[in-house]
């Protein structure tokens, strides 16, 4: 008897555990449907704007700038600068909730030399300043995207931290991206309450290693994001979004295997048919449906304000996906 | 226009730093270090003002308008008063709510006392202006399709000067001519060039003979260079001397004609001297700066500068004559005529020119007479004369420095790198005087066979500055300061050549009794630098004479090289010894490897890997401590059992001896030279990969760093005691008598087959022959 109890109650929490794990994904549709503009010109054309009022896309996530070092921008005097500003040849659509991203690179972070109160006040001021520029609704949520590593964490958040101090009074909700590799630093059950954000944003692609010949797709490949996910409970990422990849690409090797450049997918269909001439290949890659429908179902519950949102809108890249694929995404 | 050539200034800088990052890390050499210098460092820099003095003239006129005699505090209220500071004084001019300095500042105080509500109000404008200026020239302004924030305010500015100057304009103000420079001011940075050159014609009257003139004239020239009313523009610039602006609208780069123009129409133009300066430095530093031309366009015509130089430099009427001779003078010797320019620099002195001038003159005659005369006590005597001067203008210098940079000075860990270039005038005029291989000061003493003097005036242009700023790289300076880092340095002259300064003195670092910081990662300066190449060419009772007067100066001169020079006991003691070893002269090594720390060996850069008597065998070298003076002792040891009369101690003791001689030359390499130590990352028992040839010491062939190049042990006595070690070991071979003793040294020195062949019954072949079971092993 005794040795029976000392069994069961493991094998029991065991069996409750694997149960917990089993989570089949979000099944509540999402409260919002956004779209990422990442381009250095906004001038969205005509079939792009239709597009987003046939999937009632309400949210626009668009980045206005990048922050650098400015020792790389030829400002040795500023730790950081913006850099690759969007350019606006047209008006950000008043009908619809625009949420400005800032893209901050991890050497930016790590040329911050703790004045992390003026150079959030900094670009804070340059949201500002772009948004009531060209928008004519009001801000509710500001995004800020950043590779950061174990090494520029603390910086970062310090920086996040004072971005708060100064949006929270205004009612502004301060958003931040969250990579998978990121993910999985934050080894607690509920690894987004450690983050400085309001909101987390999981981003499901570049999930693979671009650059190694034999990966089978770096933009997204279920089986490279099931390590990261597979130790959360249903309830792990609270206010979190997510974000799924409809765009394509190539990715060309030499004849060693070595990784030459990437394609865009405008110019696939030519680099393709060269390149038994060139001597070269080319791995065609996508955002494939499958693969995202999968992923979503690898994802632990989403809470039910949260916002799907495709990266990125590109006409281009979006008229590879029917009408129905589009929907699939965004009703999951 | 300023934007625009502030833009272009940006992107030349920037393309500076680009290439100085990507081909670095530079290890720059006493012949990088500057000695044409016209301005001081900075002064050719992008943020030119052609009214360098306008700061100290509005100080001026305040004092002279407020009637507050503390310029002082005039200069600090106006210029280091915040914004925050003005708009309390603004709000309640009565002093009763700004706070600190600011409060009590005399100034401030006698504008609330007299109620002088039109200067609290026009300071706090200005201020306000300034800020608003500088946060639109920021990177994070945002200049959107809308009128910004920063222009909204600045429009309100204009307006609250314009009703001011409605009002009060006519009542002949003695802030009027500030209030309308003001004015202008706005209008120009919130983008109306018209209406900014509408108020420059109804200002140019009044505002002639002000301080404002020639500021508010240069906002006209830009003004009409926006409204492509470019020859009005053209014309201005001329009269003013601004050859910058002159080639940005004229779109044309050739320096010397522009030169010659503006010496023509304005030869007082503050832009001539910068311009001069630029074209200087691109000559000094042409391996930076060849691909570029950045610094002066005119870099390839400089034979024409000098043609202009000349001329301008006989031309009577001319206030800056001095000027024009010095950059002749330049010019030649940049042209390899050191005796031309000597002669140019005549009569140069009674010529009028400021104080730095003067000093840049005497310095490079000072450079010049070291290249041309001959060496004798008179000349010896003037150069130490002229090295005492350059040591008390030093001195100043450091006074002068912030104290953020003497801190990063007192923690720089290697002056190879750049960190302490054009930071002080007289440190790089110094080191480029004495310093360069072959031309040096130094140089030339040694070669005058005053290698002592040589010695001393290397020493201090070497270490001067260090010993100054209380370095750590000068041991009996070091208090074990912990890592820290410094972010980069920009280079002050805003040219390339700024590097990084990174204190690395780590948790391993103790501090010695008597000598060098035992940081067993890196030693950056004992070993590489110019004195020390000095001193590694000399023989050993060179440099014993040396040491000799550092510890009993013979007289005052040698006392004042003393105080200025590095001494480290451990230091000098480790070389002369060392240099004994070289000689094979091993008692006097002995004498003095006793007086070197026991621990001093780490910090030397050197790993002691081998047992110096081991041959074959490669036996790792168990001694941690006095690895040089335990392998002297042991030879003094072996030099007393050679004489013994019993023939097989006497063989032994010279094979053994013979085998430590070469080794020290060979797989010992580091008992006879420092050769390696000014590289990081060479291990000797490994094969060098072919990217490591290069720090070879022997064979270094290494273009950029002539440290490497020169570090080398002394070929002569290599060849000479390697021989001498042969012979040596024959002799030692013949003069053994017994089989056993034999056997013994033909195990020793590998010869495994003849052991066995010929000494078959001893204990040590049998002993081989039991333990060697692979062939390879007898056919050695």
Known sequence: MRHFSTYLFPLLALLLSLTGCSHKGPVVPPAHRGVYHWKTTYNPTAWELQWMKDHHVDRLYIKLFDVKPGKEEGFPEWAMVPAASTEFRQALPADMEVVPVVYITVDAIRALNHDYGNYAALIVKRIDDMMADHYEGSVREIQLDC??????????????????????????????????????????????????????????????????????????????????????????????????????WGVEFDKEGRFNRLINSQNLPDAQQKQKARGVTIREE??????????????????????????HLDSLNLSKYSYEDIETIYSR | MKTSKLFILASLLLAFSVQALAC??????????????????????PALSLSPDFSGQNVALWSQQTKCKDTEAIRQAIYNGTLDDWNRLYLHPDNSTTTGWFANNAFVKQLAKRHDNDAIKLLYLSKQYETLRQAKASPWYYNGRQKSREDIQIQSIYENVQHWLSVNGKKKSKYADRYRFLAMKCCWAIGNPQATMDLWETLKPQLHGSIFYSEAEDYAARCLYHL?????????????????????????????????????????????????????FSLENNPFTLENKVCADGYEDHEAVLRIAQQAAKTTILSRRAMWSYTAACLLDYNNKPA????????????????????????????????????????????IGELQWMDSELQKEWKQLSPKERKMYQHLESVQTGNLYRSCFMYDAMRRIVLPDSIGLAYRLALAERPVRALQVANMAENRFFILAGNTLIPNLRKGDRGTLYQWKSDVNQHPGFATAWCSWMDDDTTGSRGCAYNINWNGHDYCNWMFLLADKMEAKTLEAYRERQLHPLDATDRWFNERGYLGSDYWEDIIGTHHLRECNYPAAVEHLRLVSPAYQQCMNL????????????????????YRLHFAERMVELQKLMKSSDPDVSGTAMLEYSIGMRNSYDLCWYLTTYGRSSVKFVDPLQPLKPYEYAYRAEEAEWSWNPLLRLVAVNQKYKSRHTLEANVLQQKALKTIKSDEAKAQAYARLGKYETLVKRYTRTATAQHYARVCDEWRMYRL
Not at chain 1, 286 to 311: C, F, H, K
């Open chain 2, 607 to 626: 790993s002691f890997e081998l047992d110096p008597f081991s041959l074959v065998d490669k036996i790792p070298n168990q001694d941690k401590t006095g």
């Open chain 2, 228 to 280: 492509g009313r470019t020859k009005e523009a053209d014309n201005i610039y001329l009269q003013r001397g601004d050859i910058r602006s002159l080639m940005l609208i004229r779109k044309v780069d050739n320096l010397p004609q522009l030169l010659q123009l503006v010496l023509d129409i304005a030869p007082d133009s503050p832009t001539l001297p910068v311009e001069l300066q630029r074209l200087l």
């Open chain 2, 340 to 383: 031309a320019a000597l002669q140019q620099l005549e009569g140069i002195d009674k010529l009028p020119c400021d104080p730095f001038l003067q000093q840049s003159i005497r310095v490079l005659r000072f450079y010049l007479r070291c290249k041309t005369d001959k060496m004798s006590d008179a000349f010896e005597q003037y150069a």
């Open chain 1, 147 to 248: 590779d950061w590593t174990r090494q520029t964490e603390q910086a970062y958040f310090l920086l996040v931290s004072e971005i708060n101090r100064l949006l929270h009074p205004r009612h502004i909700t301060v958003s931040g991206t969250l990579r998978l590799h990121q993910l999985h630093k934050l080894d607690n059950s509920h690894p987004t309450d450690s983050l400085p954000f309001d909101r987390t944003l999981l981003m499901c692609y570049n999930t693979g290693a671009l650059q190694n010949p034999t990966t089978h797709n770096s933009i997204l490949d279920p089986d490279d994001v099931k390590p990261y996910l597979r130790q959360y409970r249903p309830d792990a990422l609270p206010r979190c979004d997510v974000a799924f990849p409809v765009y394509g």
């Open chain 1, 286 to 311: 996508w955002g494939d449906m499958r693969a995202i429908v999968r992923t979503q179902e690898l994802l632990p519950a989403l809470d039910s304000n949260r916002t799907t949102i495709l990266y």
């Open chain 2, 24 to 45: 670095g890390p530079w290890y720059y050499t006493a012949e990088d270090n500057d000695i044409y210098r016209l301005l001081p460092y900075g002064a050719e820099g």
